[in-house]
């Protein structure tokens, strides 16, 4: 990824970014490498496999190429 952008096969915009806060129902305040902040969602095989998020682990996410500001954590790194 190199830190670039770029479309998944499935249409899905990613980024790398750092869980800045835990909130309410599995979700999560990711502050973006390129300086924004989103509001994220753990994807189904992260919560199948129980897999825990805390603040300051580094996240790739996956958003739609419609709105930046809500997506889905699908790995920690």
Do not use: W
Not at 27 to 39: H, M, S, T, Y
């Amino acid at each position: 990824m190199k830190g670039k952008n770029f479309l998944t096969k499935k249409g899905f915009l990613t980024k790398k970014g750092q869980v800045v806060e835990t909130l309410p129902g599995l979700k999560f305040r990711v502050l973006l490498d390129d300086g924004k902040e989103a509001i994220c969602h753990l994807g189904g095989k992260l919560k199948l496999h129980k897999i825990r998020i805390l603040p300051g682990d580094r996240v790739v996410v996956e958003f739609s190429p419609y709105d930046e500001t809500k997506g889905r954590i699908i790995i920690r790194e």
